[in-house]
C-alpha cells in the first residue's frame, strides 16, 4: 500500500487527462482529510469523473457521502452529478444519486452531506460530475460514508465512568474533526482514520521571517509629527492634526506563524470495513485513543505529548501477532526535504525563507516483532506486534532578537533520550506533570447522563436547540439543554493551555499550537493585543494554572526593548508601548492616525496580568522585581503621550488619548463622517485609569519612597484627577464608547471593548450603580443586536453578565457558543473577515469558519465568575470573596473545587436546588478577606495553608 493512495484499491478519474491538473491538486488530494488542499482540474468540456474501486464490496451498503467545496473560486464546485455503483469492474453502472443544488456551496471549505438509499454494496463508485464553470472543477473532500453492523453500535463504555472525554463513534472527516494534543512546544492533531494516520504538526517558534534586532528597525514616523499633531488637536484643529498623524505609518508587518508539517501512516485497513470504531481524548489523562477491528483483528493507537520528554509519542498495538503493517512518511508541503537516517529514523528538515527559522523535526519508530525498513525517504513497517513512534521536532528560534543554533543538535539529543525510555515510563512521567496540573480544579454542573452520548451527537442536539435563538437573542426561561457539556467545555480549555503554554516556549498564539496552515494562516496566526492574546490566558489564574502563564510574562518582558525604541523614535516619550498586534519576533505595526493600527493599548492592557499574578497569589517578590517595573514603563509611556482636550469638546480640558479608537469598531460623527479614529476612547480611559491605580497600590505594598518614586506617584495622581470620567449617553443611559454620542456602525459588533472597566477590568462594579446600569445597557444594546457572534467574543459576553448577575444570560453565551460556534472536535470557530463588509450586523453567517483557542480559553476564564467573584474589595484592600453571585438557573446542582480568588485564596463549593450547601477556603499565602453569601458575611484572617469549612450559613464546620 502506497502513501499516495487511500485504503481503496484506486482511486481516479477519467475521461479528463491526468496531465491536466497538478500536482499539488491531484485527485488524491480529495482523501488526504486536509480542507485546505483541492483537486482542481481543466474539464474540456466533458463531464469530470471521481472513481473510488475496492478489493471487495464493503458489508454494508453506502449510506452517503459528502463534499467540501475549496477555499476559492465558489463557480468550479459541485453543483450537478450523479452517484453510480458497480460490482462487475465497470461494466456496468447503477445509478444510486442523483443532484443538481444549482447555485455553488453557500461558503468556502464548507462540507454538506448527503444521503444514499440503497440496500446494495458495491466494489465500485464513482460521481460524474456536470461543471458548471467555464474550464475548470474543483473539490477540496470527498467521502463516502458506510453504515456500521449492528455489533459496532452500543454506547461507549467508558463514558459513564469519565464524563472528561470527547468521544466519537467515526473517523473524522476533516482537519477540524482531529483531536489536538500538545506539549507546549510541540502540537498535532490526530485524524484516527482506519486507513491513513495523520498527525498534523506545529512547532511552537516557526514563525516566517527572522529576527529583527531593535538596533536595525527602520522607524517611519518621528516624535516631532507626533508633537505637531498634539498641538493641532490642543487647538481644535482635529481633521488636521489626524493628517499630519497619518504620517506616522508604521514600524513594519507582523510576520506569520507556519505549520511544521505531517506525519501519515498508511496502514492496509479501511474505512468501510473497520468495526466497532472508538475515538477519544481523554481530558484526564491528556491521550488520544482510538480502537476499531479490521481484518479479523482490534487495532489500538495512542498517542500524548510529553511535557517532561519534550516528544509526541504514538503506540500501536494489536489484540494479535504480526498484524501491525504500515508505510510512515514525514514531509512538508513546501520548504522542506526528508531523508531517513538508517533503518528507523526520519529527518525533515527545512527553512521558512532564505534568511528565516531553520526547522527539524525527526520521527523515529520502534516495533516489536516484525521488521521495519527504511526506503529513502519513508519507512516501512511489516508484520509487528506493537510500534512505538517518537516525534520531536525544533527551531533555530532563540529570543525576538537572534537565533540559537542549529536545531539538530537538540533534536538528535532529544530524540535518543525518549526512544531509549520504555513506553510506561514515558506515559508516567507525562502523567505525572500533565495531571499535577490537570486535577486541581473539578466541575460539575450536572447532566452527566448524556455524558454517554458521542461529541458529534450532543453537539448537533445544541445546533438545533440554538437555531431558536440565533437571530432572536436571550429569552427567558432558556435553560441550559446540556450542562454537563458545559463543565466538559470548561475543562477542555484548561486541557488547552496545559497543551499549548509551558514554561521555555512563547505564548499560545491565536491558534494556540494547531495551524493547520503551513504559509498564511488566518491573521497570521498573531498575537492579537485588542483581546485575543489576554484572553488565552485569563484561565491562568482563576482555573489555578499559574505556571502556564509564563510564556506570557517572558514574552511581555521580551518585548520591552522594541517597545521602548517605539515609545522613544515615534513618540518621544518614555516607557515602553505595545499596539495591536505582534509576534514571535517582537515585530510591531504603529498605523496613521485614521487606522485601527493607532491603538496603544496593548502594553497597558498585558500589565493586567502582571498585577492579576499577584492577586491572586500574593508573590511580592513577583510584583518586586517583574511586574512593577514593567507596569511602571507602560504608564510612563500614557503620562507622556496624554494630551488636554481642546474646548467645544465634550471633555474639554481633560486629558485624553488622541489619536484614540475603539478597537475595531467604527462610527459616523456629527458630520456623517464614518471613521475609526478619534480622541479619547471609552476604553483607554479605562485602561489607564487601572493601570495607574495599579502602580500606586504596588508602590504602596511595595513601600517605595524614594524621591523618583515619591515624583512618579505625584505624576500619576495628577494624570488621574485631570482624566476624562467614564461617560453616559444622555440619549439612553448607555456607557459611551466614544468621547461623543457618535452612532455605531454596527450595534452588534462583536467588540465589547467600552465594557473592559466591568470585565477583566472592575473599576465599574457595585460601588458604582450608575455606571454599572450604563454598562447593562450598553450590553444589552450590543448582544440584542447580534454582538458575541465569534466565539471568543461570546468568551467576553458571558462573564460580563456574570458581572451584573446574571447567570441565565451568561449561561445561555454558552449555550450559543456551543450550539453555534463550535467544530466537531469543540475547538472554537471564528468566521473570516473577508464578509465584513458583506454583513454589516450578521457578517459570520455563511462565512468561512477558522478555529482560534481564545474562545475555549475564556470559556475557562470566565465561567468562574458565575460561581464565584473577588474582584471587589473591602474598606481595607483586602478582597471580597462572593460565593454563587450569578448562579443560573440551569445549574442547579453542582459542586467546583481548586478555583483560586484573589487575596491567595482557593475555594471549593458546593450548591444544590439553586442554593449553597457548603464551601472551603483555602489560604495559599496567608492573609486576610471577606466571604459573602447573599446578606450573609464573615471575616478571614488565615495562615499559610489553613483550610476552614463552612455550611450553607457560613458556619464554620
Not at 492634526?241 to 508587518?253: D, H, I, P, S
Not at 476564564?861 to 464565584?868: Q, S
Request: with cysteine.
Amino acid at each position: 500500500m502506497k502513501l499516495e493512495t487511500a485504503s481503496p484499491l484506486s482511486l481516479g478519474l477519467s475521461n479528463v487527462s491526468k496531465s491536466r491538473s497538478a500536482a499539488t491538486q491531484a485527485v488524491d488530494r480529495t482523501v488526504d482529510a486536509n480542507v485546505g488542499t483541492k483537486w482542481c482540474v481543466h474539464h474540456g468540456g466533458i463531464p469530470v469523473v471521481w472513481q473510488m474501486v475496492y478489493e471487495q464490496a464493503s458489508s454494508t451498503p453506502l449510506q452517503g457521502y459528502s463534499f467540501t467545496s475549496a477555499g476559492d473560486a465558489p463557480t468550479r464546485d459541485p453543483i450537478e452529478w450523479r452517484l453510480e455503483g458497480s460490482n462487475d469492474e465497470g461494466s456496468n453502472w447503477l445509478l444510486l444519486d442523483e443532484k443538481n443544488l444549482g447555485t455553488p456551496f453557500e461558503r468556502r471549505r464548507m462540507t454538506k452531506r448527503f444521503t444514499v438509499d440503497t440496500k446494495q454494496s458495491f466494489k465500485a463508485y464513482r460521481f460524474v460530475f456536470k461543471p458548471h464553470d467555464s474550464s475548470h472543477f474543483q473539490v477540496a473532500e470527498i467521502e463516502l460514508e458506510f453504515a456500521q453492523d449492528s455489533s459496532s453500535l452500543g454506547p461507549l463504555s467508558s463514558s459513564a465512568e469519565s464524563p472528561l472525554k470527547l468521544e466519537y463513534d467515526r473517523p473524522s472527516r476533516s482537519w477540524d474533526e482531529y483531536l489536538p494534543v500538545g506539549n507546549g512546544s510541540m502540537g498535532a492533531m490526530v485524524s484516527g482514520r482506519p486507513d491513513m494516520e495523520h498527525l498534523q504538526l506545529n512547532e511552537m517558534t516557526l514563525w516566517s521571517g527572522d529576527p529583527n534586532p531593535v538596533d536595525k528597525t527602520a522607524v517611519v514616523g518621528s516624535p516631532e509629527i507626533f508633537q505637531k499633531g498634539h498641538q493641532l488637536f490642543r487647538e481644535g484643529q482635529i481633521d488636521e492634526a489626524q493628517k499630519v498623524l497619518n504620517k506616522v505609518m508604521g514600524l513594519r508587518r507582523n510576520r506569520s506563524y507556519e505549520a511544521l508539517g505531517d506525519l501519515k501512516l498508511a496502514f492496509t485497513h479501511s474505512l468501510s470495513h473497520a468495526k466497532n470504531y472508538r475515538r477519544e481524548l481523554d481530558l484526564n489523562d491528556a491521550m488520544v485513543r482510538i480502537s476499531y477491528e479490521d481484518q479479523g483483528a482490534t487495532f489500538t493507537r495512542e498517542v500524548f505529548a510529553s511535557y517532561p520528554d519534550r516528544a509526541i509519542v504514538v503506540r500501536l498495538t494489536a489484540n494479535k501477532k504480526n498484524k501491525i503493517s504500515f508505510e510512515a512518511k514525514l514531509d512538508r508541503e513546501r520548504g522542506a526535504s526528508t531523508q531517513s537516517i538508517g533503518s528507523d529514523t526520519l529527518v525533515m528538515r527545512g527553512q521558512t525563507a532564505a534568511d528565516g527559522l531553520t526547522f527539524e523535526s525527526r520521527v523515529r519508530i520502534v516495533s516489536t516483532g516484525g521488521t521495519v525498513k527504511a526506503d529513502a525517504n519513508l519507512i516501512r513497517v511489516s508484520d509487528a506486534d506493537e510500534v512505538l513512534i517518537f516525534i520531536v521536532a525544533g527551531t533555530n528560534y532563540k529570543d525576538p532578537y537572534s537565533l540559537g543554533e542549529d536545531p539538530a543538535v537538540a533534536c538528535e539529543k532529544n530524540l535518543s533520550s525518549v526512544s531509549a525510555k520504555g513506553w510506561n515510563a514515558l506515559k508516567q512521567r507525562h502523567l505525572k506533570d500533565y495531571q499535577g496540573l490537570f486535577n486541581r480544579v473539578t466541575l460539575d454542573l450536572g447532566g452527566e447522563e448524556k455524558a454517554a452520548k458521542p461529541i458529534s451527537e450532543r453537539l448537533a442536539a445544541m445546533q438545533e436547540w440554538a437555531k431558536t435563538y440565533k437571530r432572536s437573542g436571550y429569552q427567558d426561561g432558556a435553560v441550559s439543554p446540556d450542562p454537563q457539556l458545559i463543565s466538559l467545555l470548561f475543562q477542555y480549555g484548561r486541557y488547552i493551555l496545559i497543551s499549548c503554554s509551558r514554561e521555555g516556549a512563547v505564548p499560545a498564539n491565536l491558534q494556540g499550537i494547531w495551524s493547520e496552515d503551513i504559509t498564511n494562516p488566518a491573521w497570521s496566526a498573531s498575537y492579537t493585543l485588542d483581546i485575543n492574546l489576554e484572553q488565552n490566558y485569563w484561565p491562568s489564574d482563576v482555573a489555578n494554572l499559574s505556571e502556564c502563564a509564563e510564556p506570557l510574562y517572558q514574552f511581555i518582558e521580551a518585548f520591552v526593548p522594541a517597545g521602548t525604541k517605539i515609545a522613544r523614535d515615534v513618540y518621544g516619550a518614555r516607557g515602553w508601548v505595545l499596539g495591536l498586534r505582534t509576534d514571535a519576533f517582537a515585530g510591531a505595526v504603529i498605523g496613521g492616525a485614521r487606522s485601527i493600527m493607532t491603538w496603544t493599548f496593548g502594553s497597558g492592557w498585558l500589565c493586567r496580568h502582571l498585577m492579576e499574578r499577584y492577586n491572586y497569589s500574593g508573590d511580592a517578590e513577583f510584583l518586586r522585581n517583574r511586574a512593577y517595573p514593567l507596569m511602571k514603563g507602560a504608564a510612563q509611556f500614557y503620562l507622556d503621550t496624554l494630551v488636554e482636550a481642546p474646548q467645544g469638546t465634550s471633555v474639554a480640558g481633560k486629558l485624553v488619548m488622541f489619536p484614540s479608537n475603539s478597537p475595531e469598531n467604527t462610527f459616523t460623527d456629527r458630520d456623517g463622517k464614518k471613521g475609526h479614529v478619534t480622541y479619547g476612547s471609552a476604553m483607554d480611559t479605562q485602561i489607564m485609569m487601572e493601570l495607574f491605580q495599579n502602580c500606586l497600590e504596588s508602590q504602596q505594598i511595595l513601600k517605595m519612597d524614594s524621591a523618583e518614586e515619591l515624583a512618579f506617584k505625584r505624576e500619576l495622581e495628577q494624570a488621574m484627577a485631570k482624566l476624562q470620567p467614564y461617560q453616559v449617553s444622555k440619549a439612553d443611559g448607555r456607557l459611551l464608547e466614544w468621547p461623543e454620542e457618535f452612532k455605531e456602525q454596527h450595534s452588534g459588533h462583536r467588540h465589547l471593548s467600552h465594557l473592559y472597566a466591568l470585565y477583566p477590568g472592575d473599576t465599574i462594579n457595585a460601588s458604582t450603580p450608575k455606571l454599572l446600569e450604563a454598562a447593562r445597557k450598553s450590553l444589552e444594546v450590543r448582544t440584542s443586536g447580534g454582538g458575541g457572534g465569534t466565539g471568543w467574543s461570546e468568551g467576553w459576553v458571558a462573564p460580563l453578565w456574570a458581572r451584573l448577575g446574571d447567570g441565565d444570560r451568561a449561561a445561555f453565551a454558552y449555550d450559543r457558543m456551543l450550539g453555534t460556534l463550535m467544530n466537531n472536535n469543540m475547538f472554537n470557530q471564528c468566521p473570516s473577515s473577508k464578509g465584513a463588509q458583506r454583513y454589516p450586523e450578521y457578517w459570520w453567517e455563511g462565512l468561512d469558519y477558522v478555529m482560534q483557542v481564545e474562545g475555549n480559553l475564556a470559556v475557562s476564564g470566565g465561567l468562574p465568575e458565575l460561581l464565584v467573584q473577588s474582584h471587589l474589595r473591602n474598606p481595607d484592600g483586602s478582597f471580597l470573596i462572593d460565593l454563587l453571585p450569578a448562579l443560573p438557573d440551569g445549574w442547579p446542582t453542582g459542586s467546583v473545587t481548586g478555583l483560586r480568588v484573589r487575596g491567595g485564596f482557593e475555594m471549593d463549593i458546593e450548591w444544590a436546588a439553586g442554593k449553597l450547601k457548603q464551601a472551603s477556603v483555602t489560604s495559599i499565602a496567608g492573609g486576610t478577606g471577606t466571604l459573602r453569601y447573599g446578606d450573609k458575611v464573615v471575616k478571614l484572617d488565615m495562615q499559610p495553608g489553613q483550610e476552614i469549612k463552612f455550611n450553607a450559613n457560613l458556619e464554620e464546620q
